[in-house]
C-alpha cells in the first residue's frame, strides 16, 4: 500500500453545486430518469446537500476536492435573445404562458454534472505539457447548451494561470459536432503522473458506424477527434471507441453510464462498446508504465443494461484514496438493486482488482434527473504545481463545507415544481444567492446579471 505523498500528481474532482432552481421538467429525450421524473416535486435544498455531503466524504478520504458554482436561472439573457422583452417580471410570465416549455429549459439547473461541463487532459499527456481544457457545446438540448458560456467563463476563472492551463473554446454547436465532455472519455495511466492513454467514446461516426434507432447519439466521433488535435494528444495514446447503439436505445445517452475507468482500472458492461475486444487489445499493448490494465466486464447475464441503468452502476466514481486501495463511490440505488449490490460484493472480493472498499451516497435528486456520482463530477489530474495555480476559494475544507452548507440552508427552497418557475421572487432569490457564492469563492463577478 502506497500512502499519497503532498508532492505527488493526483486526480482532483470537481463536483458542481446544485443550483436553486433544481427541479424536474422531463428535459431531456433519451434520458429515461429524466422523462419518467417529469413534474415531480423537487427539493433544491436537498439536492445541494446530498451533492455537499459526498464532495466532505472525498475530501475526507484524502482526496482533493473542489467544487464548481451552478449557473444564473432562470436564465433571462436567453429568453431576451428570443424575442422576450420586458421587465423580467414580465418576461417571465409571458414565458410562462407561452412557452413553459422553454422556461423550463432556461431554469434547468443541469450545470451541476461537471462531468459534461469540459473535455480536459493532464499536462502528462499533452505535447506542450499544460491542462488542456475544453468546454462542451451540449448541443443535443437547449436547457445545455446555453451551460457553455458560462462553463468557459467559470472554468478560465477556477484555471487562471496560461502558463499552465490552456482554455480551447467549444466546439461549433451542431450535431455533427455534438460534444458532452468528459462524460465521453477516459483515462488510463499507471500512476496519475505518469503520461496515460486517452480513450473518446462517441455514440456516432461515420456512414458505415451503426446508429442508434431511437434515441440521439449525443457524442460523435467528428467532435472527439477536434478535441484530441486541439489538446495535442500523442495519437499512438489516443483511442476512439464507438458506443453501443443499443445501449444507447436502452438509455445510455453517455459513456459514464455504462463505463468507468481509473488509472489502470476498466469496469465496464459487456454492452458498453461496438468492440470492446479490440479496446481491450490496444490498452494491454498501450498501456504506459509499470502497472498491467485490469478490465472488469460485467455481463448481462450477471446485471441486465437496465438494471444498471436504474441503479447507475457504471457511474460511480473509482477513485485512489490517500490510504491506498481504490474505492468505489455509489449511489444509494446500487444497495437497493440486488443484481448490482452482488456484483459488487464479487468485484470487492476478488483480488485481481485493487478496488477494496465501497462508498454509498444518497444522490437521489439528482438521480432523479439522470445524474450519479460520477455525473456530478469533472475529474482534473494536477501536479502539486498546478494545484497550487487552481483559485484557491474552490477547495473544499471542513470550513468551506460547512459554509456553504449554512448558504444553501439560507437561500434554497426545500419544494419546487415547474409550475413556481415563473416566479420573479426565485429569480430573485437566485441572483441574491449566487452573489453571495462568488464572493464565498472568491471567484469574481462570473454571472450576466453581475456584470452588466
Ligand atoms: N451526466 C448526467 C446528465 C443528466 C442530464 N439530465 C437532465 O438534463 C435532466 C433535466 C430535466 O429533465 O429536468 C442530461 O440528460 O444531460
Known amino acids: 500500500?502506497?500512502?499519497?505523498?503532498?508532492?505527488?500528481?493526483?486526480?482532483?474532482?470537481?463536483?458542481?453545486?446544485?443550483?436553486?432552481?433544481?427541479?424536474?421538467?422531463?428535459?431531456s429525450f433519451g434520458n429515461v430518469a429524466s422523462e419518467r421524473n417529469a413534474r415531480r416535486i423537487a427539493?433544491?435544498?436537498?439536492?445541494?446537500?446530498?451533492?455537499?455531503?459526498?464532495m466532505q466524504a472525498l475530501a475526507a478520504l484524502g482526496l482533493p476536492q473542489a467544487v464548481l458554482p451552478p449557473q444564473e436561472r432562470p436564465h433571462l439573457p436567453t429568453l431576451r435573445r428570443l424575442g422576450y422583452s420586458g421587465t423580467d417580471a414580465q418576461i417571465l410570465a409571458r414565458v410562462a404562458r407561452s412557452a413553459p416549455e422553454l422556461l423550463a429549459a432556461v431554469s434547468s439547473a443541469s450545470a451541476m454534472w461537471t462531468a459534461n461541463a469540459a473535455t480536459v487532459s493532464p499536462s502528462a499527456d499533452c505535447a506542450d505539457a499544460r491542462v488542456h481544457i475544453t468546454p462542451a457545446n451540449l448541443c443535443s438540448n437547449l436547457h445545455r447548451a446555453i451551460e457553455t458560456e458560462t462553463t468557459a467563463r467559470v472554468l478560465k476563472a477556477v484555471f487562471p494561470d496560461p502558463s499552465r492551463f490552456v482554455h480551447h473554446a467549444p466546439l461549433p454547436a451542431t450535431p455533427m459536432l455534438g460534444d458532452e465532455g468528459a462524460a465521453n472519455h477516459t483515462r488510463l495511466c499507471?500512476?496519475?503522473?505518469?503520461?496515460?492513454?486517452?480513450?473518446?467514446v462517441y455514440g456516432r461516426g461515420g456512414d458505415d458506424e451503426p446508429r442508434p434507432a431511437r434515441y440521439p447519439a449525443r457524442q460523435t466521433r467528428m467532435a472527439s477527434a477536434a478535441i484530441a488535435r486541439l489538446h495535442e494528444l500523442d495519437a499512438a495514446a489516443t483511442f476512439f471507441a464507438q458506443q453501443h447503439p443499443e445501449a444507447i436505445d436502452a438509455g445510455v445517452f453517455h459513456n459514464d453510464?455504462?463505463?468507468?475507468?481509473?488509472?489502470?482500472?476498466?469496469?465496464?458492461?459487456?454492452?458498453?462498446?461496438?468492440?470492446?475486444?479490440?479496446?481491450?487489445?490496444?490498452?494491454?499493448?498501450?498501456?504506459?508504465g509499470e502497472r498491467r490494465p485490469v478490465f472488469i466486464e460485467i455481463s448481462e447475464t450477471e446485471v441486465s443494461l437496465d438494471a444498471a441503468i436504474a441503479s447507475y452502476l457504471f457511474n460511480s466514481q473509482l477513485v485512489c484514496p490517500a490510504?491506498?486501495?481504490?474505492?468505489?463511490?455509489?449511489?444509494?440505488?446500487?444497495?437497493?438493486?440486488?443484481?448490482?449490490?452482488?456484483?459488487?460484493?464479487?468485484i470487492l472480493a476478488d483480488d485481481r482488482n485493487p478496488i477494496n472498499g465501497i462508498a454509498v451516497f444518497d444522490l437521489r435528486q439528482s438521480m432523479q434527473n439522470g445524474g450519479g456520482p460520477a455525473c456530478l463530477r469533472l475529474r482534473v489530474?494536477?501536479?502539486?504545481?498546478?494545484?497550487?495555480?487552481?483559485?484557491?476559494?474552490?477547495?473544499?475544507?471542513?470550513?468551506?463545507?460547512?459554509?456553504l452548507l449554512a448558504w444553501v440552508d439560507a437561500h434554497y427552497r426545500d419544494r419546487l415544481t415547474v409550475d413556481d418557475l415563473a416566479d420573479p421572487q426565485l429569480l430573485e432569490e437566485s441572483r441574491t444567492a449566487l452573489d453571495r457564492l462568488t464572493a464565498l469563492l472568491k471567484l469574481g463577478s462570473l454571472y450576466d446579471f453581475q456584470r452588466n
Open 257 to 288: 453510464v455504462i463505463a468507468v475507468g481509473n488509472r489502470e482500472v476498466l469496469l465496464y458492461h459487456e454492452q458498453a462498446f461496438v468492440d470492446a475486444q479490440a479496446l481491450r487489445g490496444w490498452i494491454c499493448t498501450h498501456l504506459p
Open 43 to 54: 427539493n433544491p435544498r436537498e439536492a445541494a446537500r446530498q451533492g455537499l455531503m459526498k
Open 1 to 27: 500500500m502506497s500512502t499519497a505523498k503532498p508532492e505527488a500528481t493526483l486526480e482532483a474532482n470537481f463536483d458542481g453545486l446544485v443550483g436553486p432552481t433544481h427541479h424536474y421538467a422531463g428535459l
Open 323 to 346: 490510504d491506498g486501495g481504490m474505492r468505489l463511490i455509489v449511489a444509494r440505488e446500487c444497495e437497493e438493486t440486488p443484481a448490482v449490490w452482488s456484483a459488487l460484493q464479487r
Open 190 to 200: 499507471s500512476d496519475y503522473g505518469d503520461p496515460g492513454l486517452e480513450l473518446f
Open 381 to 403: 489530474v494536477l501536479t502539486p504545481a498546478e494545484r497550487a495555480a487552481v483559485a484557491p476559494g474552490v477547495w473544499i475544507t471542513p470550513e468551506r463545507h460547512a459554509e
